[in-house]
């Protein structure tokens, strides 16, 4: 019998299992695109048949960094920049685990840009959002590795002279499997792109457009959109890393010039995941590591066994 | 000094196949009935640079390495040279010799490499008159062309372990065995030949004048020949740790490389990850998922896994980490031994936190302690540290097999299971309490993501016992006073249920004792032996539990001496004042010798400290230490 009932277990989900019952509420802003990715995850978790006790939910520090309060799932609320170590160890340790880390553009792309570039190399089986709203919003307003050159803030008072990241193409060009961006202010493509990052096997990468009405009221807060699938204008293959990057070009350069594309834009079922490349070199255990420490008859190895090599 | 036992230094440029050579020829002597203990000096560099190994063997108990040597096999610095052979970098190609001079004591036997050290630089040395003046036995031998002319020059080695097997009347058995356990086919037919060559020639053809010999023991159980670095990881194992994060860096890279090649086969798992931040939280995130976990660096690696720690600890997730001190500040001597980052693995992090921390003496300590780690930290929910240093990580001696025959402790400490969970607290909106406040010795047991109904947030903002974000003063106090709470209740565990890791040694009447912590340990044991045999009375102890700290038996100890000296490996007393700190009060009971010079102390630098302070203290010492005299001094 398993130690971990609640991976798997098939019953009739309600919606509301994934709101914390007694505390807290929300202390994000009224107006905050926050609230669009809590309510997206909220509607994928239980129609892709996932149980609160399946999900673990790892976050960062800031605003994005308090998803997990607000969803009621497993959740590990970590230090800035390093939900991506913690999310992909605990997918290591436990591969059962239904693992969705989420940060925010400074926390994200910044600090834990390194971790970024290294998780979607390995091409973890896990999803990674990241609140995109340009802008350090918990901190008050700094400026952020996304937002646009030119951007004042109180620490740029004459402007960035920073051109901002491009994180799509930088998950591309690192080796993410799914990589694709959405709009709070789109909810119902949200909901459809956050369910097909968990669903999919691989490192997907979903950068969320999350407007803030406090800090960057002068930013056209993402509206209007398109959805590049919707359009009859864009025409690529998602699947074709080529087109896929040209794609991400159009979109990264258009963002700060006037029109705000979203959409999935590329999509590699073909590449094996972290823990496929490891199971084939036999460097993961079949059975998840966690699952061990509750069978009373496994045999550990010991290292008295490892002495011949010492005599 | 007594010449009952054999302290053979090899010495070489870095990438000479030292390291192999000597570590076959330790096991051959461990294998012939000695106790052994070795010593590796090398520079940070792949290739070239003058390195050496000491490997002391004796009849009886060797703690430390000795006061100097006395047996020394000059191979020559083949990297000084490039391919064309006709180009030299600088004067390195001598160096095994002219460098190993100073420590060699009167009556040793020399053996140098004629065939790569010319003629002209040997002059060059003043050998002959230094050999006259301490009674040295030079024997040059052509080691080089011996080894071309059956095989390939970098066997120069095994012609050398065969000229020490020769002049040390050795038998050849054990070497051999080790010979064809280690490689086959030609290579290990041209070894053999160029052993027995060797042997032969300079039994046969060179007249004797030494009096050293091998000395002969026998162990009555079978031994094994394990560094400090294989016994932590040997101890992870047996507690059931199967998941290691890591990142390169000398020296923690032993325990890491260890695990990495031993974890896929026990269905373990290892991941070399982007930098120390990540390879510490990897671990945090696979023990929160409900595997034994660990991780470690060494001081500027050690540096960057302060947050992680800090989020351990504030999310009462097991870990366990080690910390292989070097010298530093900053990167410091890379290859080089110091106990110089004690202060740093105390108290880094921010806010009232607290850790433990274990500073295992030697191999066998190293083992236990490890194991303790990881017993406490999934307990308690604690994260552990075990601090050592390059010394003890690259040190080999010999450990009783029987030793290791334990049983693994693979349990997950304070962790409930599904069945425990459904009766656990839990909130109106069926979140599970993970941090109660009023829970027995400050442990709030805790669930494993995928477990039914055991839902809470960890995170590393202060917290309610559901884990939801609270600055509420009250919990605050709750949660602060629980989680420090812990560290009495380890004290506690540790005085009571298990004997002291505390080493004590000496005569136990002394008035004058000698503290030391780490892998100080050995050579402080063998001084106050020494200093006893000598008619002094003194006494010693080695302190391990660094964090929380030893009081009341420390208490004890210092209130049964007049005097204590505290023998630390670095330059600014940090043991020293954390004894201080703990205690409130001793310091004008508390001298200081310390060593910072990249070298682990000798024994007798350890009986002149002693002397020095009992009887002239203001006399410099003749060694590259500092005596620290107590407050008021």
């Not at chain 2, 590796?40 to 000795?66: F, K, L, N």
């Not at chain 2, 060179?206 to 101890?235: K, V």
Request: proline share 5%; hydrophobic share 35%.
């Amino acid at each position: 019998m398993s130690a971990f009932n609640a991976i798997g277990e098939d019953r009739e989900i309600d919606r509301d299992e994934f709101t914390p019952g007694v505390e807290p509420q929300p202390t994000w802003c009224p107006g905050c695109g926050d609230f669009g990715v809590l309510k997206a995850l909220k509607q994928a978790l239980p129609e892709l048949g996932l149980t609160p006790d399946e999900v673990l939910t790892v976050t960062g520090i800031g605003c994005s960094g308090k998803l997990n309060s607000y969803l009621d799932t497993y959740g590990f609320h970590t230090i800035h920049g390093r939900s991506l170590p913690v999310a992909r160890a605990a997918k290591l340790a436990n591969d059962g685990l239904e693992v969705i880390a989420a940060g925010g553009d400074g926390d994200g792309y910044g600090i834990g840009g390194n971790h970024f570039i290294h998780t979607a190399r390995e091409n973890h089986d896990m999803t990674y959002i990241v609140f995109n709203n340009e802008v350090f919003g918990l901190t008050k307003g700094q400026t952020s590795p996304t937002s646009p050159k030119g951007h004042k803030s109180k620490t740029q008072p004459h402007g960035s002279a920073k051109s901002p990241l491009r994180p799509l193409s930088t998950s591309l060009n690192a080796g993410a499997t799914y990589v694709a961006r959405t709009a709070a202010v789109n909810p119902n493509q949200a909901k459809e792109i956050i369910k097909e990052a968990i669903e999919h096997d691989g490192f997907a990468h979903v950068d969320f457009l999350t407007q803030c009405p406090t800090w960057n009221k002068d930013a056209r807060q993402y509206v209007p959109y398109v959805d590049v699938q919707e359009s009859e204008d864009y025409d690529f293959d998602v699947h074709d890393r080529r087109e896929a990057a040209e794609m991400m070009f159009e979109t990264e350069s258009a963002l700060y010039e006037g029109t705000v594309l979203t959409g999935r834009y590329y999509v590699n079922e073909d590449r094996p995941s972290y823990q496929e490349e490891k199971q084939k070199l036999g460097d993961v255990p079949d059975e998840p590591l966690a699952e061990r420490y509750f069978d009373d008859d496994y045999e550990w190895e010991r290292s008295y066994d490892l002495l011949e090599r010492h005599k | 000094m007594s010449d009952d036992e054999l302290i053979w230094r090899i010495a070489g440029g870095s990438g000479d196949g030292i390291d192999s050579t000597s570590q076959n020829f330790a096991k051959a002597l461990m294998r012939s009935g000695l106790d052994v203990f070795t010593h590796r000096h090398y520079p940070s560099r792949i290739r070239g640079g003058h390195t050496y190994v000491e490997i002391r063997a004796a009849d009886h108990e060797v703690q430390s390495r000795g006061d100097g040597y006395n047996f020394l096999l000059a191979l020559g610095d083949s990297f000084a040279r490039n391919p064309q052979e006709e180009a030299f970098y600088g004067n390195e190609e001598i160096k095994p010799l002219s460098e190993n001079l100073d420590d060699m004591r009167e009556g040793g036997v020399i053996v140098y490499d004629e065939g790569l050290l010319s003629e002209e630089d040997v002059a060059e040395l003043d050998l002959e008159k230094r050999a006259e003046e301490n009674d040295w036995h030079v024997y040059p031998l052509d080691l080089r062309s011996l080894a071309r002319e059956h095989g390939r020059e970098v066997m120069r080695n095994t012609a050398g372990v065969g000229a020490t097997a020769a002049l040390l009347e050795m038998d050849l058995e054990h070497i051999e065995d080790l010979m064809e356990d280690a490689m086959g086919g030609e290579v290990l037919e041209a070894n053999l030949e160029i052993l027995h060559e060797a042997y032969e020639t300079v039994r046969d053809e060179y007249d004797f004048t030494h009096d050293l010999r091998a000395p002969s023991g026998e162990h009555e159980r079978e031994q094994a020949l394990l560094s400090g670095s294989n016994a932590i990881a040997y101890g992870a194992i047996d507690a059931g740790c199967r998941f290691i994060a890591g990142y390169p860096m000398t020296p923690w890279t032993d325990v890491f490389t260890i695990l990495s090649q031993n974890f896929p086969d026990m269905g373990g798992i290892a991941e070399q990850v982007e930098d120390e931040i990540a390879a510490a939280a990897l671990a945090l995130g696979a023990s929160h998922a409900g595997a034994k976990a660990m991780s470690g660096s060494s001081g500027g690696g050690f540096a960057l896994m302060s947050e992680p720690l800090g989020l351990a600890e504030m999310t009462e997730t097991p870990l366990v980490l080690v910390e292989a001190m070097r010298a530093g500040p900053s990167t410091g001597m890379p290859t080089k031994p110091e106990q110089g980052d004690l202060e740093h693995v105390l108290y880094t992090s921010q806010g009232d936190s607290s850790r433990v921390v274990f500073a295992p003496g030697n191999v066998a300590e190293a083992y236990d302690q490890t194991r303790m780690a990881f017993h406490v930290a999934y307990e308690y929910q604690i994260p552990v540290i075990v601090i050592y240093d390059q010394k003890l990580s690259g040190e080999n001696t010999n450990v009783d097999v029987s030793f290791f025959d334990r049983e693994p402790e693979p349990t997950l400490g304070s962790t409930l299971t599904e069945e425990e969970l459904r009766e656990a607290a839990h909130d109106a909106s069926g979140k599970f309490q993970r941090f109660q406040h009023d829970v027995e010795d400050g442990v709030s047991p805790r669930s494993l993501p995928g477990q039914k109904d055991g839902r809470y947030l960890a995170t590393g903002n202060e917290h309610s016992p559901v884990g939801h974000i609270s600055e509420d003063p009250d919990n605050r106090v709750y949660q602060m006073e629980r989680r420090l709470e812990k560290l009495e209740a380890i004290r506690e565990e540790l005085d009571e249920e298990h004997d002291s890791q505390q080493t004590y040694f000496g005569d136990e009447t002394a008035d004058f004792g000698i503290v030391t912590w780490g892998s100080s340990q050995g050579a402080v044991e063998e001084a106050v032996a020494r200093l006893n045999e000598q008619g002094h009375s003194v006494k010693g102890v080695g302190v391990s539990d660094m964090m929380p700290f030893p009081e009341a038996e420390m208490t004890e100890f210092l209130e049964s001496v007049d005097e204590a000296m505290i023998v630390e490996m670095n330059a600014t007393a940090q043991f020293r004042g954390l004894m201080q700190k703990e205690l409130g009060r001793y310091g004008e009971k508390l001298s200081s010798l310390l060593k910072y010079n990249g070298e682990p102390f000798e024994p007798a630098e350890i009986v002149e400290g002693y002397e020095l302070n009992v009887d002239g203290a203001d006399e410099e010492p003749t060694a590259q230490v500092r005596i620290e005299p107590a407050a008021g001094d």
